[in-house]
């Protein structure tokens, strides 16, 4: 198993929903600041949502009030309920540590498409 390994991507119409969840190693997840960024086809990859230990949250304006960040302490998981799906959230989504290092998992995809 790798440092991330995310899952919950899917194919799904504008308007619906997807939950994203990330298994991260003990080193990694025992990290302040968790973050769920995404990659879409010759773009940049963008800090979509992040979360620290005490669950302080952060999101990036075009997703504010749609996504919504969690993590499980217990269970070393990450979680990204996504909901009113429009076709411009279309990208690979990535959970990471920014402060930890570490290889990038492989992703899970998400695609919006009529």
């Known amino acids: 198993q790798g440092q991330f390994v995310e899952s919950g991507g899917g194919l799904v119409q504008p308007g619906g929903s997807l939950r994203l969840s990330c298994a991260a190693s003990e080193s990694m997840f025992r990290h302040y600041i968790l973050g769920w960024y995404r990659q879409a086809p010759g773009k940049q990859r963008d800090l979509v949502a992040s979360?620290?230990?005490?669950?302080?949250?952060y999101y990036n304006e075009a997703v504010k009030g749609r996504f919504t960040i969690s993590r499980d302490n217990a269970k070393n998981t990450l979680t990204l309920q996504m909901n009113d799906l429009k076709s411009e959230d279309t990208a690979v989504y990535y959970c990471y540590a920014p402060s930890g290092g570490g290889a990038w998992g492989q992703g899970t995809q998400v695609t919006v498409s009529s």
């Open positions: 979360i620290t230990v005490s669950k302080t949250t």
